[in-house]
């Protein structure tokens, strides 16, 4: 079975520019989470997805956005670039919503974005 | 809010050495918790988890134990190999999002 995929897996932009990071859950899985890992840092939580709607979301600034779709795939949206946003970002999934019990997270390869 | 200290630096060993990195964590209620492993250029993968106090997660040799007394899931590894070489994360799970800590970089020498 196919696993996490994201695309793309490399990205360039220069300040101020807006990116689209796609993302497709494992077959079956229904939540779909965005994580944002700074180089030498630990992942943090951006957003979760559950059934089209947002079900948690982290200290990010509005410049962050997603959307998830009736397939459960999703986008996250970044407006006005900055040097700041230069990460690997990942995409997880899991089988159910918040609340319906201790799921693991499948994790994508992460799409590594460069901002110039 | 909940939280994971991870010990600070990489870690150097040699092959067949033994393997401990200490995770503690902060938290409300019961979560669970997971060791997570990022081989370089890749994503994270899985590599154990526990859902509650005592529980003991296994996988490929590695081990830990959810200690709720002592707040602490501590990795071990008996005996490490070159391909053990990685970064390792602990995190905290609870509603279906994840709490990670930085991270410690595994090198292990032949």
């Known amino acids: 079975d196919a696993g996490v995929t994201q695309s793309p897996t490399h990205l360039i932009k220069t300040r101020g520019q807006h990116v689209t990071l796609r993302c497709s859950p494992i077959?079956?899985?229904?939540?779909v989470s965005w994580y944002q890992q700074v180089l030498g840092q630990g992942p943090q939580f951006i957003f979760q997805y559950y059934e089209k709607e947002e079900r948690g979301r982290g200290n990010f600034p509005d410049r962050f956005s997603a959307r998830q779709f009736p397939n459960y795939s999703s986008e996250l949206n970044v407006n006005a670039l900055l040097l700041g946003d230069s990460a690997l970002y990942l995409c997880?999934?899991?089988?159910?919503?918040?609340?319906?019990?201790?799921?693991?997270?499948?994790f994508g390869p992460g799409t590594r974005l460069t901002v110039l | 809010g909940n939280s994971v200290t991870q010990m600070e630096g990489p870690v150097t060993l040699s092959e067949e050495a033994f393997l401990t990195i200490n995770c503690t964590y902060t938290?409300?209620?019961?979560?669970?918790l997971f060791w997570y492993v990022q081989y370089p250029g890749e994503g994270l993968q899985l590599l154990l988890k526990a859902t509650k106090a005592d529980d003991k997660g296994s996988n490929k040799g590695f081990e830990a134990t959810y200690r709720k007394e002592t707040t602490s899931f501590h990795l071990e590894k008996g005996s490490v190999q070159v391909s053990d070489s990685a970064v390792y994360f602990c995190a905290l799970g609870g509603n279906n999002r994840l709490a990670f800590g930085k991270g410690n970089q595994v090198v292990v020498i032949p």
């Open positions: 938290a409300t209620g019961y979560p669970s």
């Open positions: 997880a999934s899991t089988p159910r919503g918040p609340g319906q019990g201790a799921d693991t997270q499948y």
């Open positions: 077959s079956g899985h229904k939540s």
